[in-house]
């Protein structure tokens, strides 16, 4: 814990909580679905972090750590819903979670770590800052036509 702040895996009991994070997230419809939740938290291999400001969920992330085949079946790590509550922003929460999921991600052994932001939300920079580079890959998205 650091001036308050303390990161750690999120578990089903912190389901309200992250829902009301991923409702400011999300563009679509709102998160309401605990089981949802949950089934994510407990997914072998995945792992949502949280940021808490005196004992608060004020941000948080989802890292994935991926089987492989190459790079001698080292895994790869993918990190998803990068979310800061929006009366926390611009406090190096963010950059502190962050900086956190990709130090799991090595201890894992994790060859690369990879993200997409989407272009409504202009990350781009915060993610630069932390490290990531959009040198080497293209993201591409297809979605449902009735999503």
Do not use: C
Request: aromatic fraction near 8%; charge should be positive; glycine fraction near 8%.
């Amino acid at each position: 814990m650091t001036n308050g702040l303390d990161i750690k895996p999120l578990s089903g009991a912190d389901a309200e909580d992250a829902l009301a994070l991923y409702n400011e997230l999300t563009f679509g419809p709102a998160s309401q679905d605990h089981a949802a939740f949950n089934a994510v938290v407990t997914h072998p291999g995945t792992t949502i972090y949280g940021a808490f400001d005196h004992g608060a969920l004020v941000a948080m992330l989802t890292l994935h750590l991926l089987p492989n085949v190459t790079w001698g079946a080292r895994p790869y790590a993918l990190i998803e819903n990068v979310i800061t509550a929006a009366t926390h922003r611009r406090r190096g929460i963010g950059r502190q979670l962050m900086q956190h999921a990709i130090a799991q991600a090595w201890v894992a052994d994790a060859f690369k770590i990879m993200l997409m932001t989407g272009k409504k939300r202009a990350a781009t920079g915060f993610y630069k800052a932390v490290g990531f580079s959009p040198e080497d890959k293209t993201a591409m998205v297809i979605r449902r036509p009735d999503a």
